[in-house]
């Protein structure tokens, strides 16, 4: 079956310092590609998402390229702020066909000191 | 632009005790999904539907059932809690089509005694 698996936390940082979140799927077909974000005290909400191999989602200065040849999506920001503290998820959807059930990874949790 | 909201936001129940969670959606979204977080766990799929009337297990539904009788709500009901039931409810829909973008509730925080 598919599956999600990014690195294990907590990741910290000092404010504006390089972010990089592994992550890297096995999968049938041609999933979607997620990147959530937990804030404390709420649900996900959608960071950004890539659909196809070689798409770049953004947001927020958050980035992630679809890599197919290496079946990952690493989440990257150049200079990450004390407001960037949350639980970061990597998902994957599979296309027309495909499963109805996402698969998450367990979650990558972010704490940026001042 | 209300989303995907869930009610009680709260409870604490005895062991033993029933209850409903309630999950409701204004986006028109076919697909929703019931799930519980638990520190270390993750995300874990209780159950989810696909459409109204119908409903399917997911990963952890043991204890667990739901109903959807209307496409905008999805009911999950615990109907004798038990303390391994303590955790974060989580309540998502998404469109049938397309990148499945998930849209989630605030959650339901549970505990059982």
């Known amino acids: 079956g598919d599956s999600v698996t990014q690195m294990e936390g907590p990741v910290t940082l000092s404010e504006e310092a390089f972010l990089t979140i592994n992550c890297t799927y096995t999968?049938?077909?041609?999933?979607?590609l997620f990147w959530y974000v937990q804030y404390p005290g709420e649900g996900l909400q959608l960071l950004l998402k890539?659909?196809?191999?070689?798409d770049k989602g953004s947001n927020k200065g958050f980035e992630a390229t679809y890599r197919k040849e290496t079946t990952s999506f690493h989440l990257e920001k150049g200079s990450v702020q004390v407001s960037d503290s949350a639980v970061y998820f990597c998902?994957?959807?599979?296309?027309?066909?495909?499963?109805?059930?996402?698969?998450f990874g367990r979650g990558t949790s972010l704490i940026v000191h001042p | 632009n209300a989303g995907v909201t869930q009610t009680p936001k709260f409870r604490v129940l005895k062991t033993g005790q029933s209850m409903t969670l309630l999950c409701a959606q204004d986006?028109?979204?076919?697909?929703m999904y019931w799930y519980r977080q638990d520190p270390g766990m993750g995300l874990r799929l209780i159950h989810y539907?696909?459409?109204?009337?119908?409903?399917a297990k997911g990963e952890v539904p043991d204890g667990y059932n739901v109903s959807r009788l209307k496409k905008q709500n999805f009911l999950l009901g615990l109907e004798s809690a038990a303390p391994s039931q303590t955790s974060v409810y989580f309540c998502?829909?998404?469109?049938?089509?397309?990148?499945?973008?998930?849209?989630f509730g605030d959650g339901t925080r549970l505990s059982i005694l």
């Open positions: 998502a829909s998404s469109r049938g089509q397309g990148a499945r973008v998930q849209h």
């Open positions: 999968a049938t077909g041609y999933p979607s």
């Open positions: 890539a659909t196809k191999a070689d």
């Open positions: 998902a994957l959807s599979e296309g027309p066909g495909g499963s109805y059930i996402p698969t």
């Open positions: 986006m028109n979204h076919e697909y």
């Open positions: 539907s696909v459409g109204e009337g119908t409903t």
